[in-house]
């Protein structure tokens, strides 16, 4: 297949596949950007907002999305999550002329397979947090009896439809508790508990080398003081622009790996995320997407987005350039009636804005009327995001805005910034 150059695209045009906040932000920041976008709706909920950007198309009417893809002609295909690859038609995508925006292939197992990282990372001798993989309830009683350690519980395979979404366990109590609760249909993963010094680095892997683009922070748990549950995705983050990797995560966990990613032809994002411990950093996970949380502040941080991913998709070098004086962005989101606890589902709730926005306001699971108003339609109502030249100034803008937004029963962490920065901090 001959790849297209970013000079010799004079309409260029990306479909993203998603739902919700990722899909809105995306086509919105891509079109600000000069391209026309579209979306492919890839679950069964936050429909509306990828449609204020462009046309949305649902797998109802469009079970193969190839058809659109050549329709439209896209240049530039941006999956969501990695449950793509798993599709019916994904090797009709792979085979189409349009370029996919991550990695395929063998590059797809850092995330997808658990214990596949923690063999990468043993072979590249990078720290990696002692773990098991059991087949079922027996052989995890088992593990933590001859390993007696608090565990983090995972799905061996990653997936938003996974079994088991993760579980983190800090006593050796509490993991055999929970061994007697969960899902064992694909098994389980079972990897210590580090603590909680957690941070992450975000790259993009193009023409074999590593372009490095932000430090970030995911503030997972449910409530101020990072008390509750870990939620089913962050309530908040904070991204500082580092294309020098400040705080090393890209030298001592991503730079080892670049034989591999040479050999699997890897282009496209890669996220790591790690726990300082005994003054190392020690990887908890890879993922090959930008992200749900910081994706939107990256892209928002650069300036030529489209030509950026459009380059990683074609495997070429990279040149990066951030916008003047946007260093740091916050993310805050605007949680719904009963989250964290999505079992518990309340009305179509009408959503008020007293005033206008200075920020980004990404819509998730809502819905709007003929008349304008929008109204719940889901557990995360939206993210609001700020960006500017220093951190303090990026939280202060983001909460500002996050303020004018009500729904009943609706609520945001406050204190997003105060804990867990920088990095190796708790």
Not at 75 to 103: Q, R, T
Not at 197 to 209: C, N, P, Q, T
Not at 331 to 343: C, E, F, K, W
């Amino acid at each position: 297949m001959t790849k297209k150059s970013a000079s010799s695209i004079n309409s260029p045009s990306v479909m993203v596949l998603g739902v919700g906040a990722f899909a809105y932000s995306a086509t919105q920041i891509l079109k600000d950007d000069g391209a026309d976008v579209s979306t492919y709706l890839t679950r069964n909920y936050a429909h509306y907002p990828p449609s204020i950007a462009g046309p949305a198309y649902s797998r109802e009417q469009f079970p193969n999305p190839n058809q659109l893809i050549q329709e439209k002609r896209i240049h530039l295909v941006v999956p969501m999550s990695i449950d793509w690859a798993l599709a019916p038609w994904a090797k009709e995508l792979m085979d189409s002329k349009a370029l996919i925006f991550g990695p395929t292939g063998d590059g797809m197992k850092i995330e997808r397979e658990r214990d596949f990282a923690r063999k990468l990372c043993h072979q590249f001798k990078i720290p990696f947090p002692k773990a098991y993989v059991a087949s079922n309830r027996l052989e995890a009683e088992s593990i933590l009896e001859k390993h007696p350690h608090p565990y983090v519980i995972k799905n061996p395979l990653c997936s938003p439809t996974s079994p088991i979404h993760t579980i983190l366990c800090e006593t050796i109590e509490d993991t055999r508790s929970w061994l007697r609760n969960v899902d064992y249909a694909e098994g389980v993963f079972l990897q210590e508990y580090m603590g909680r010094a957690e941070a992450g680095h975000i790259a993009l892997i193009s023409h074999g080398e590593i372009y490095s683009l932000v430090t970030n922070q995911e503030y997972k748990r449910a409530f101020n003081g990072n008390m509750g549950v870990v939620a089913g995705a962050p309530l908040g983050g904070l991204v500082e622009r580092d294309p020098d990797d400040k705080y090393g995560l890209a030298r001592e966990l991503i730079r080892p790996l670049l034989p591999w990613l040479r050999e699997v032809d890897y282009h496209g994002p890669i996220q790591v995320t790690a726990v300082r411990r005994d003054n190392k950093w020690h990887v908890i996970e890879y993922n090959i997407r930008i992200g749900v949380t910081s994706g939107a502040m990256i892209l928002r941080m650069l300036e030529n987005p489209f030509e950026v991913l459009l380059k990683t998709a074609q495997n070429k070098k990279l040149e990066i350039q951030f916008k003047r004086d946007l260093n740091f962005g916050c993310s805050i989101t605007l949680a719904g009636y009963g989250y964290p606890y999505v079992h518990v589902n309340g009305p179509l709730l009408p959503i008020e804005r007293a005033g206008p926005f200075d920020c980004d306001v990404w819509w998730n699971e809502v819905t709007g009327d003929h008349e304008g108003r929008l109204f719940s339609a889901g557990h995360r109502i939206c993210d609001v995001i700020a960006l500017s030249a220093s951190l303090e100034e990026a939280v202060q803008k983001a909460y500002s805005n996050i303020r004018k937004i009500r729904s009943l029963g609706s609520y945001f962490r406050t204190d997003i910034g105060q804990s867990l920065w920088p990095p190796g901090n708790i």
